[in-house]
């Protein structure tokens, strides 16, 4: 099984619709982070978190917020998606004084 | 300016030939340096990281840091077919809270 795990893989849905895209993982590492990669823009950090009790917004935050369920679970919502949202969604988690960040599959998400 | 710049490409580079990526940053405080390598429609991976001036080796992999003119580089021995992605490099920063930044990322197509 894959120690990064993202769902849904794929989404379609419309202007103004709340959507919720979901990361585990089991890889036991405290730190989890959510980008988003638009072509020619490389990725972009959202928002990351280094426990269960600390969020940080990080360098595109507007229009997401997110929730830390447990130390595995790290979720990103839209609470009203925008069609300038339309983009590939990555999940990474790291450990305490990490070399790597470990990726999730991805989530492809479009907004109509 | 942007914090982490590469040139998009695509960058071609015959089969069995070297190839050179290379990466610019901007934040002089900038302590640890990533090079990823993204297939289509996949996520990323670590391929090598390296925080000290000069080269790192790792097989057909050479990471060379020169932190004097802030840039960072790739070097891609006897490329082979299998090497063409889309590679990615990111500096952590360590001042706050340590993050990754990552820059656009550079296409790189290995020719038979």
């Known amino acids: 099984d894959a120690d990064v795990t993202q769902t849904p893989r794929n989404r379609i849905t419309k202007t103004g619709k709340r959507i919720m895209l979901e990361c585990s993982q089991t890889?036991?590492?405290?730190?989890m982070y959510w980008y988003r990669q638009d072509p020619g823009l490389g990725l972009r950090l959202i928002y990351y978190?280094?426990?269960?009790?600390?969020?940080n917004k990080g360098e595109i935050s507007d229009g997401y917020s997110v929730s830390r369920q447990a130390q595995a679970k790290f979720s990103l919502s839209l609470e009203s998606a925008i069609p300038n949202q339309t983009a590939l969604y990555f999940c990474?988690?790291?450990?305490?004084?990490?070399?790597?960040?470990?990726f999730g599959p991805g989530t492809r998400l479009t907004v109509l | 300016q942007k914090e982490v710049e590469q040139n998009s490409g695509p960058l071609s580079v015959p089969e069995g030939a070297i190839a050179s990526l290379n990466c610019t940053y901007s934040?002089?405080?900038?302590?640890?340096f990533f090079w990823y390598r993204q297939y289509s429609g996949k996520s990323p991976e670590l391929i090598m990281f390296?925080?000290?001036?000069g080269d790192k080796e790792d097989g057909r992999f050479t990471a060379q840091l020169n932190k004097a003119s802030q840039y960072v580089s790739l070097l891609i021995r006897d490329s082979q077919p299998s090497d063409s992605a889309t590679y990615l490099c990111?500096?952590?920063?360590?001042?706050?809270?340590?993050?990754?930044?990552f820059g656009q990322g550079t296409r790189l197509t290995i020719n038979p």
């Open positions: 890889k036991g590492h405290d730190r």
């Open positions: 978190s280094f426990d269960v009790k600390d969020i």
């Open positions: 990111a500096v952590k920063k360590v001042e706050g809270a340590q993050k990754l930044v």
């Open positions: 390296i925080y000290s001036n």
């Open positions: 990474a988690t790291s450990d305490l004084g990490y070399n790597e960040q470990f």
């Open positions: 934040d002089r405080g900038s302590q640890s």
